[in-house]
């Protein structure tokens, strides 16, 4: 179910303008849910997930998908220095503070799980449940490398058709089970129609982040941040196919926190997209925070 929502604008500690798709409206009884986006992505990729959980009659809530400065509808920093984590961290709080959205169900995909588990050492009482979507503690370096790869480097396409192809090329031996339209979305969500040419949706000076990435280097464990999540509800989704997020980092996890609820995506590698199934079983994860609450 998709739902347009509407656009609200708030500004970064440092004055950047950054964009949130704030979908239905405030629930007293119902927890909000902050949808927090992938590297280069942006909160488009919740847009099932948001109009499902915004619009079930008499389960409505409110939804805000974050754009990360740089990405979507948010403005691009002169400085790609500031496309980093404890920036970006800073800027999630200054929007949980603006639209009082807090405490929420967070869901995190790839770096905006990392996100979750910075903020739950941060603030943790912002967080009543998460889901991390394909990321976990100790995230796989060679999944980190395929993405330095490819982050800013895409060839630009001349039709969405050839975007599709392009990401198939791509990405079609993690994602075993996509349909051509399934290509076509992800085309739709990667790159935007500016100026009539089709550009990506984001600031390919992101790629910058990754100069640092090296195969012998794998990034630091984020254990004590995971740690610091609160004794909500969690979630964590794995696609089969990830190079990010083990099955080994996943059962770690459960060890550490026994309450966890754990989803393997088959057909799909890193992240599995909300959508289907997975909708359903987050929906019901939302009602499980709020009975906690």
């Known amino acids: 179910m998709k739902a347009?929502?509407?656009?609200?604008f708030v500004s970064a500690p440092d004055g950047l303008r950054l964009h949130v798709r704030v979908y239905g409206a405030r629930d007293g009884g119902r927890l909000p849910v902050v949808c927090l986006p992938g590297l280069s992505r942006n909160g488009s990729d919740f847009d099932i997930l948001a109009g499902a959980l915004s619009q079930a009659p008499g389960k409505s809530r409110r939804v805000l998908a974050v754009d990360f400065r740089?990405?979507?509808l948010s403005e691009y920093d002169s400085d790609p220095a500031n496309y980093s984590l404890p920036v970006e961290l800073a800027d999630v709080v200054a929007i949980l503070t603006a639209l009082a959205a807090e405490p929420a169900i967070f869901i995190g995909t790839s770096r905006g799980g990392i996100l979750t588990m910075l903020l739950a050492a941060l603030r943790p009482t912002a967080i009543a449940g998460a889901v991390f979507n394909d990321i976990g503690p100790v995230i796989e370096n060679t999944g980190v490398m395929r993405i330095k790869g490819y982050v800013g480097k895409l060839p630009q396409p001349a039709s969405i058709e050839e975007g599709a192809a392009i990401l198939r090329r791509q990405a079609g031996a993690q994602f075993t089970r996509f349909t051509p339209d399934d290509w076509i979305d992800q085309a739709r969500r990667n790159w935007w129609m500016k100026d009539g040419k089709l550009v990506p949706a984001y600031d390919t000076a992101l790629s910058?982040?990754?100069?640092?990435?090296?195969?012998?280097?794998?990034?630091?464990?984020?254990w004590a941040q995971f740690d610091a999540v609160p004794k909500a509800p969690l979630m964590v989704i794995r696609g089969e196919h990830s190079d990010i997020l083990s099955a080994e980092t996943v059962a770690a996890m459960k060890a550490r926190?026994?309450?966890l609820t754990n989803v393997e995506i088959k057909g799909e590698g890193h992240p599995p997209q909300l959508e289907g199934a997975l909708v359903d079983a987050i929906a019901a994860f939302a009602e499980r925070c709020d009975r906690a609450r």
């Open 4 to 8: 347009d929502g509407h656009s609200q």
């Open 70 to 72: 740089g990405r979507g």
């Open 208 to 222: 910058k982040t990754l100069e640092e990435a090296d195969l012998d280097r794998p990034p630091p464990a984020l």
């Open 257 to 259: 926190r026994p309450d």
